[in-house]
Nanobody
Framework: QVQLVESGGGLVQAGGSLKLSCAASTGTFANYAMAWFRQAPGKEREFVAAISTRGRSVVYADSVKGRFTISRDNAKSTAYLQMNSLKPEDTAVYYC??????????????????WGKGTLVTVSS
């Protein structure tokens, strides 16, 4: 069982930055691909970014490409999401998730094995 705990959410003005962290309670963190999803009020949960086990491959949703950066530190069992140039439409609960497989460009909620409880990001205009 893998427990994931997100942190770093908060309120920020449009154009600002936030860095989310996802700490995993497992010594096998390096065995999992990690991803970030988000869910805005009244909307379905959507894919944001994913990173492979060693960080050699990354994938981003078109809506965040060029603004968000996913990374990981396997020694700390932690994944990160650096979010720059934030927009009001980025407002959502952000979830990190772990997957036993690398799905290339095809990431969806059903592909993930473990989920965190989420952290709220609010971007004001």
């Amino acid at each position: 069982q893998v427990q994931l705990v997100e942190s770093g959410g908060g309120l920020v003005q449009a154009g600002g930055s936030l860095k989310l962290s996802c700490a995993a309670s497992t010594g096998t963190f390096a065995n999992y691909a990690m991803a970030w999803f988000r869910q805005a009020p009244g909307k379905e949960r959507e894919f944001v970014a994913a990173i492979s086990t060693r960080g050699r491959s990354v994938v981003y949703a078109d809506s965040v490409k060029g603004r968000f950066t996913i990374s990981r530190d396997n020694a700390k069992s932690t994944a990160y999401l650096q979010m720059n140039s934030l927009k009001p439409e980025d407002t959502a609960v952000y979830y990190c998730a772990a997957a036993s497989f690398w799905y290339g460009s095809r990431w969806n909620v059903n592909a993930m094995d473990y989920w965190g409880k989420g952290t709220l990001v609010t971007v004001s205009s």
